[in-house]
């Protein structure tokens, strides 16, 4: 497969229509122009900078520690036993010459599953990045250890600091788009747990200073959100899993926007929402699974274990308050959600449907970073970053066959390594 089917692509929304055969993602400079640029708020900064709320009062995952040595297939088991949240810290060395090799989640495991497609082509080339090289030789030796392939998404740098560092320093970091942070006790190399973005959003929300009660009520497009055409990852419900894998994986996002055949959105699916059905499955089959099917299977696994009969929602509107928005990255665990038209505002009809935009933790911890008058706040550095190194740049094209053997958590993922990848329905 030498690109990503036409069912699924970056999408440009309202202005942006009249570059209908635009094919590479643009990321816009940041801040955009808006006529109400945030000036930094003194006591916002005072309280960030205090030190009366540390690191360690954020921290929201507990640490799930694996050695550096582990096999890929053991770490895979790993993440589907801890959850929807799951991050692993890779160390190596013992005692006091302990160290973190780096983090490990679902997004490097959607890049691992894809350099293992795209293996055969890799081979037959002459693979010029060393890890990619370094992984290969190791699969060859039956073992891919699990040091190799950390952060092999380029989504997950790993970032420590000490329990008492300040909330200023955490939403520097987060504003450039690192979405965790490790942090330690003093003097000790084990890790206290993590502290994610959404932790320090609903940290936000349950605990405002009183300066940002003004700035929670204000709706999104006073933050220039939704005033101007921002670039969509999109797939629509006849995409295939294998179509969104790349996409995330080549566009250096975690989720995708799914669309309905009249272009409105229709549901959201994440690179966890793939990697909980594709790493434990027993057939390359699961990867021609279109979109649309998928999406229901998550509302039937969503009423099954609440009782609920619903789709995740995953959606705003330019009117949105930040308090709202907030409330639904932290509600839906999601790093990013979906502006769409608002249905109350009558407008014309859109060829390319309702959607709008994106607004993402990012760009909400962006705001307040600017607030906190905090330098050079760029949430789209990290992002430039991911795609020129990702894992489907890494060959021309990709391969619907492998030739190397896949991790084998508690089923089989290595059964997805021996047949075509379109064997089954929907995968032609």
Not at 181 to 197: K, L, N, Q, R, W
């Amino acid at each position: 497969m030498s690109h990503v089917r036409r069912s699924s692509s970056v999408r440009f929304p309202a202005e942006a229509a009249r570059s209908p055969h635009r094919t590479s993602l643009d990321l816009p400079a940041y801040p955009p122009t808006s006529p109400s640029s945030l000036e930094p708020d003194g006591p916002f900064q005072h309280f960030l900078a205090s030190g009366s709320t540390t690191a360690r009062d954020i921290i929201d995952l507990a640490p799930v520690l694996i050695s550096g040595d582990a096999a890929v297939e053991e770490a895979c088991g790993h993440l589907l036993r801890g959850g929807a949240a799951a991050c692993l810290i890779v160390q190596s060395g013992e005692g006091e010459h302990v160290h973190q090799e780096g983090l490990f989640d679902y997004a490097d495991a959607n890049s691992f599953l894809l350099l293992g497609l795209n293996a055969r082509i890799l081979a037959a080339g002459q693979v010029e990045d060393s890890r990619t090289s370094a992984i290969l030789s190791a699969s060859r030796q039956g073992v891919v250890p699990i040091r190799l392939a950390c952060n092999i998404s380029q989504k997950n740098p790993m970032e420590v600091r000490d329990e008492g560092a300040s909330l200023e320093t955490l939403l520097q970091i987060y504003a450039a788009g690192t979405h965790r942070v490790v942090i330690h006790p003093p003097s000790s190399p084990t890790p206290s747990g993590i502290a994610t973005d959404l932790a320090l959003i609903s940290y936000f929300l349950r605990c405002p200073h009183a300066s940002l009660r003004p700035l929670l009520e204000r709706p999104l497009y006073a933050f220039g959100i939704g005033e101007f055409p921002t670039p969509v990852v999109s797939a629509t419900i006849d995409s295939t899993i294998l179509d969104a894998m790349i996409l995330m994986d080549s566009e250096g996002v975690n989720s995708v926007a799914v669309l309905d055949r009249n272009g409105n959105l229709h549901s959201a699916v994440s690179v966890t929402d793939i990697g909980r059905l594709v790493i434990p499955s027993q057939s390359k089959d699961v990867l021609g699974t279109k979109l649309g099917q998928f999406v229901s299977r998550i509302k039937w696994s969503a009423g099954a274990t609440d009782g609920a009969d619903h789709f995740p929602v995953y959606s705003v509107v330019a009117s949105s308050t930040l308090e709202y928005t907030m409330e639904k990255l932290v509600a839906t665990k999601a790093h990013r959600l979906f502006l769409v038209a608002d249905p109350l505002v009558p407008t014309s009809p859109s060829a390319l449907g309702n959607l709008r935009g994106v607004v993402s933790v990012v760009d909400v911890l962006s705001i307040f970073a600017r607030l906190a008058g905090l330098p050079d706040v760029d949430p789209f550095r990290l992002r430039r970053k991911r795609r020129t190194s990702s894992t489907s740049s890494r060959s021309s094209g990709h391969s619907r066959h492998s030739s190397m053997s896949m991790p084998t958590p508690p089923s089989s993922v290595s059964s997805l390594s021996g047949e075509p990848v379109g064997a089954g329905p929907g995968g032609k």
